[in-house]
């Protein structure tokens, strides 16, 4: 099976507690604002990335996001839905390209580029392990 160019998949959410930027300080110095935070916007850009590519794993096989540029342009309060989009641009490579943008009901809020590679998911893992002395 292949891949069409255009292809489109998507994702969404509504924001909640956990998905806010708030949610992402350490330590007591840290301070980030109660909204979508960007972190979880590019996950759900790469969420419908992923699902264009779920047809074409074989099994034990599993996708894997290797690149992305994005900007968060505005901001989502809680309680909102997001919903991102990827539409499948071509190969570089063995990387599969996407377009992604993410949009809530007052317009876009992001957009940018991602790749993803599609590898064997015992083979990665145990490859972390190895790198990482475990």
């Known amino acids: 099976m292949t891949l069409s160019i255009d292809s489109q998949a998507s994702a969404s959410l509504v924001v909640g507690p956990a998905d806010l930027a708030s949610t992402l300080a350490q330590r007591e110095p840290d301070a ?5 935070a ?11 990335a992923a699902r264009l590519l779920h ?6 096989q599993l996708s894997v996001g290797v690149h992305i540029a994005v900007s968060h342009t505005a901001p989502t309060p809680p309680g909102v839905e997001v919903v991102a989009e990827a539409t499948f641009t071509g190969m570089e490579g063995k990387r599969y390209c996407f377009d992604v943008v993410a949009r809530d009901a007052g317009g876009e809020i992001g957009r940018g580029t991602h790749q993803r590679a599609i590898v064997d998911a015992v083979r990665l893992e145990a490859g972390a392990v190895s790198r990482c002395g475990g």
């Open 55 to 60: 047809p074409l794993l074989q099994p034990g």
């Open 32 to 36: 980030f604002p109660q909204v979508f």
């Open 38 to 48: 960007t972190a979880r916007m590019v996950a759900l850009m790469e969420t419908a």
